[in-house]
């Protein structure tokens, strides 16, 4: 039985030199097998807890991508293949980064629902303001400002959970 890591050398070999009619189907039949060790690796190189199928599928195609680079090609040479959706180089050995990278954007939502209906009038008001700028880009800077125990640090982590939902 071939290895993950030998199989993933071998699809970039079928890839380049035999340049299958339906790469993708080769890929959506074989993924599993090639990708059979990356679980383990993303729980402990990339500290990811329990990797989701799409993530370890997308870290088999960064694999299969970086092999093809070394050759002048790139994964994007075959248009029906699946392409890379994560910056798996800049994540890759710094777990906090990855942490920040990695949030439930369900709970993110129900985060900012929850606080969004908490808000008083002056929270309400910043909130809208900030989003408001944020969605239609118009570049504005904002400073809040207030005694403590006036919300901001509310207001701040709510802005965080509507941005990451």
């Not at 993933?8 to 070999?13: K, S």
């Not at 993530?55 to 040479?77: A, F, P, V, W």
Request: one cysteine or more; proline letters at 5%; glycine letters at 6%.
């Amino acid at each position: 039985m071939q290895s993950g890591a030998q199989l993933c050398h071998l699809f970039v070999t079928i890839l380049r030199e035999y340049i299958p009619s339906h790469p993708r189907v080769l890929w959506d039949t074989f993924w599993p097998h090639i990708c059979d060790d990356l679980a383990y690796k993303l729980q402990h190189d990339a500290h990811f807890p329990q990797p989701s199928q799409n993530k370890i599928q997308n870290y088999g195609l960064y694999l299969i991508d970086n092999l093809l680079s070394d050759t002048g090609q790139r994964l994007q040479d075959w248009p029906t293949m699946p392409q890379v959706v994560r910056d798996w180089g800049h994540h890759l050995g710094n777990h906090l980064i990855q942490e920040q990278h990695d949030y439930d954007e369900d709970d993110q939502h129900t985060n900012a629902e929850q606080h969004i209906a908490n808000f008083n009038p002056d929270q309400q008001a910043a909130f809208d303001s900030i989003m408001f700028a944020i969605t239609n880009g118009t570049g504005q800077i904002f400073f809040l400002h207030g005694p403590g125990g006036t919300g901001k640090t509310y207001l701040y982590n709510t802005l965080c959970y509507q941005l990451h939902s």
